[in-house]
């Protein structure tokens, strides 16, 4: 599955000193399946008589990039959007109560116990013993800072970047700010249009890992590096220690 513009060798010489960025959300561990799972409560419960489930996820999907562009990303975002869609595909206006059920559905989402990718903590261990590793998360700082803490691995970065969005620019801007080498910095994660695309067109490698439930609004495909740009693209986390 290894897709890269590297020569090919049975055993690939393993690089040194490099930085490092990696994502969170469906790189280190699971976030996406539990906003599924409010997803399909929300549309189970709304039962709507005249559209689709899947026609109710395309509204809901629109109500997203709509909240998203005025309210960042999230869970409050997240709790608007389903309001946002409630309110404009329903027949009904939405009571007290209606609201506050439909909020339930994305409380455990907040509460749900960090569960790490297979192999991510010892991973983890090792590259940072090897590199320089800087975690780069896009959302709410808040959240995500409090996902860092309760997963236990904020001891193997050196720093912490959760820009409000991941864009060729926001990428330049951590370049800068962290003083990076783009020839020797690779940006590693799982979703093609904040982690891989973005990255190598501010002038970095990039390492794709992909996942099997990533957010419907990430996917894209995937640019071919350019230039000196480099990209892998990997099985699972753990493979990085083939490469790194």
């Known amino acids: 599955m290894t897709r890269y513009n590297l020569p090919m060798s049975a055993t690939p010489a393993r690089l040194s000193n490099q930085t490092l960025l990696i994502d969170a959300d469906d ?10 799972r ?21 509204h809901l999907n629109r109500c997203e990039r709509t909240t998203i562009a005025t309210h960042g990303y999230g869970i409050h975002s997240f709790r608007r959007s389903l309001i946002d869609c409630f309110e404009q ?22 509460s749900t116990e960090i569960e790490l990718l297979p192999g991510v903590a010892e991973t983890l261990q090792i590259l940072s013993q090897r ?46 700010r962290r003083r990076c080498d783009p020839t020797t910095t690779w940006m590693i994660g799982n979703s093609p249009r904040s982690d891989i695309n973005p990255a190598l067109a501010a002038g970095l490698h990039a390492v794709f890992i992909p ?22 693209e990997l099985e699972n986390f753990p493979a990085l220690l083939r490469y790194f």
């Open 131 to 176: 590199h320089r590793l800087i975690l780069v998360t896009k959302g709410d700082r808040l959240e995500q800072t409090g996902k860092l803490r309760r997963s236990g691995l904020q001891v193997f970065f050196s720093a912490v970047e959760v820009p409000a969005e991941k864009s060729d620019a926001a990428y330049r801007s951590v370049i800068e």
């Open 211 to 232: 996942h099997a439930c990533t957010w419907i609004l990430e996917h894209e495909a995937v640019d071919p590096p350019s230039g000196n740009t480099r990209l892998l």
């Open 27 to 36: 790189t280190l561990w699971e976030n996406n399946i539990y906003f599924e």
């Open 89 to 110: 595909l329903s027949e009904t206006t939405i009571t007290p109560e209606r609201h506050a059920r439909i909020i339930s559905f994305t409380d455990t989402i907040a």
């Open 38 to 58: 409010a997803i399909a409560s929300f549309i189970a419960d709304l039962d709507h008589q005249k559209h689709t489930p899947a026609q109710v996820r395309e």
